[in-house]
């Protein structure tokens, strides 16, 4: 049989017609080959035929392998030439369809082709292994979903983001976070309510403990107005003073420690003072450590607001301060009636129990913003000049003051402190040398309190209208009419134009104190607001501290408390005219920043052929 013929039995499906077709022209040209019909023709033909009919065993098999049929009587047994035809068609499939298209278009073409040379028998590979029918298959199904790739046992590591300092963005809370607005929030505004009532309730009727502290005193000094000034103003200064250090602890231990220890340190400072008849002492015990504790208790309430309110903080606020109004329209009575009754000393230990229960109070101060202290060096271990340079910067975080309008509102307020804190102390005084026959002093400290807690509740509503750093204005108006007010003190001939002038200052008090937070909020943003706040109330304490001992100095020297008023009222007017320029620059800078970043997004965009922002590129922010 002809490599031709070998080919044309195993093909199958070649040239579309049926095998036995096929067999009857081979047979034909196999006699037309040789005349005699006999000898080397008969036994080719016969060859020819015995090949053919294997061939066509081996078609039908592989017609079984392409086209397989339901059942198993068409399929024969293997035979050696069947052997040899699978294995052909095993060749003839690893060749490529390519090959036997050319070799079927040879086999058809003109005369039969003699035998091709045997080729060199290739090496013995081991036997293939005889492919049993295919069994019918099925009809094809869709796939099942594939199964869900097991979650990674690994614990993805967070990333921890920079914290840069924020220039005049858009500021708000942290990413992700929501505050609750309201629920135990409220729990919180009643205990921040009380700290701030009861510290400036009594920091503020200072001026009757002042006149209780001269009438003791006087026996042993005339001049003692000098000397007494400064146990109010160290009390009052070190609330201002300690203030960045009440941050580094707010910051490292939150503000449920750290208003809880210094409400502590307030009742043993206030309780310890009732002790002693001695002035040096009450500037260590009142004056200090009094002080000192109202500062650790005082601040956190302000930064705590903020965990709880964001829409609302500016009403939280007010509401705080409204209510602390209340501890400052009772406390000058009470404290009056206490020194008529049981006299100075046992009057500290009452008021002392206001700082135990502020104790108790502070406990509800549960922080939800995440402290800001920075995330751990995992390169390695650090020399001791980058440990202690890493505490350093952790503890005095000075970023706050690489604000530019902040440098500038802190500077302000704390020059307009300079006379802010002079009328507390020295006005009963005033009035008791000007107004001989009035005995009732302590109504001007009760106008004062209850116009300014109606001002802090107003000023916190409005504040929360005002979109931004407008609210600086708000803080620029009350420090001209308390300039102005302070000034004309001197100027009153009559009992109730002091009062008109007492409800005109406590007005200007609630304006300052309500929005001091929020705009520290506008300014840093709440993860850096603590230390705003801190650093302020620092930069007030020499201010403050330093103007009643001035105020009582002058009158010394010029016998009476106009030219202490008069200068009382200097400093405010000062301050309000550096606190008008702030949102102007703000405006400024915003206005520079978004120039810039749109000649930044230009650029992008002339880079990008497809009009889109590359990676990277600033965005024009919103503005405040």
Not at 111 to 135: H, M
Not at 267 to 273: D, V
Request: glycine share 10%; aromatic share 10%.
């Amino acid at each position: 049989m002809t490599w031709g013929e070998q080919k044309g039995g195993l093909d199958v499906g070649g040239g579309g017609e049926d095998s036995r077709d096929r067999l009857s022209r081979d047979r034909r040209a196999s006699w037309d080959a040789e005349p005699g019909g006999g000898g080397r023709g008969s036994s080719s033909a016969r060859s020819s035929s015995s090949s053919s009919s294997s061939s066509s065993s081996s078609r039908r098999s592989s017609r079984n392998k392409y086209q397989p049929h339901s059942g198993s009587s068409r399929q024969s047994s293997h035979s050696p030439p069947a052997e040899m035809a699978l294995q052909s068609l095993a060749s003839k499939e690893a060749k490529g369809p390519w090959r036997e298209a050319d070799q079927e278009q040879q086999e058809w073409v003109g005369s039969p082709k003699p035998e091709p040379e045997p080729e060199p028998e290739p090496e013995p590979e081991p036997e293939p292994v005889p492919v049993p029918p295919p069994e019918p298959q099925p009809e094809p199904q869709p796939l099942p979903d594939p199964a869900p790739l097991p979650e990674l046992e690994f614990e993805p590591e967070p990333v921890h983001e920079s914290k840069s300092t924020p220039t005049v963005e858009t500021r708000g809370t942290a990413r992700g976070f929501q505050p609750p607005e309201g629920g135990f929030g409220w729990m919180v505004v009643f205990a921040a309510t009380w700290c701030n009532g009861s510290i400036f309730g009594i920091q503020n009727s200072f001026g009757i403990l002042y006149s209780m502290l001269l009438q003791e005193e006087r026996e042993k000094n005339r001049q003692v107005e000098f000397q007494a000034a400064w146990v109010g103003a160290l009390s009052m200064g070190m609330i201002f003073f300690c203030s960045p250090i009440v941050s580094i602890f707010t910051d490292r231990l939150g503000c449920r420690i750290t208003a809880t220890a210094g409400a502590a340190v307030a009742f043993i400072g206030l309780h310890t003072s009732s002790f002693t008849s001695s002035l040096s002492l009450r500037y260590f015990t009142y004056g200090i450590l009094f002080g000192c504790g109202c500062s650790f208790a005082f601040q956190p309430s302000l930064v705590i607001l903020g965990h709880y309110f964001q829409r609302r903080l500016g009403l939280a606020n007010g509401v705080v301060s409204a209510g602390s109004s209340i501890f400052s329209i009772s406390f000058p009575l009470l404290i009056k009636t206490l020194g008529a009754k049981i006299k100075l000393a046992q009057t500290f230990q009452v008021l002392s129990t206001f700082m135990f229960i502020l104790t108790l109070l502070s406990l509800t101060y549960r922080p939800l913003l995440p402290s800001s202290q920075d995330t751990p060096n995992k390169r390695g271990v650090r020399t001791l000049c980058q440990r202690i340079l890493s505490q350093l910067r952790k503890y005095f975080n000075m970023r706050v003051f690489r604000q530019r309008t902040y440098r500038i509102w802190a500077f302000g307020i704390a020059a307009a402190a300079l006379g802010y804190f002079v009328p507390y102390v020295h006005l009963m005084k005033y009035v008791e040398e000007e107004f001989l026959e009035i005995k009732q002093t302590w109504v001007l400290l009760v106008c004062i309190g209850a116009t300014s807690g109606l001002g802090r509740l107003v000023s916190g509503r409005v504040s929360d209208s005002i979109p931004g750093l407008k609210k600086i204005y708000l803080q620029v108006i009350s420090f001209l009419l308390l300039g102005l007010m302070s000034m004309m003190i001197p100027l009153c001939r009559g009992f109730g134009g002091l009062i008109v002038v007492c409800l005109f200052l406590g007005l200007c008090d609630g304006f300052f104190i309500t929005i001091m937070a929020p705009i520290a909020f506008e300014l840093v943003g709440p993860m850096q607001a603590s230390q705003a706040i801190g650093y302020l109330l620092g930069m007030m304490a020499l201010p403050m501290i330093a103007g009643p001992p001035i105020a009582g100095l002058l009158r010394n020297c010029f016998g009476d408390y106009h030219v202490a008023f008069y200068f009382a009222g200097v400093p405010p007017i000062i301050g309000a005219i550096i606190l008008f320029f702030v949102p102007l620059m703000h405006q400024r800078m915003f206005k520079k920043e978004q120039r810039d970043s749109s000649k930044d997004k230009m650029l992008a965009l002339d880079a990008d052929p497809n009009g889109e922002l590359l990676p990277g590129s600033p965005i024009p922010e919103e503005p405040i």
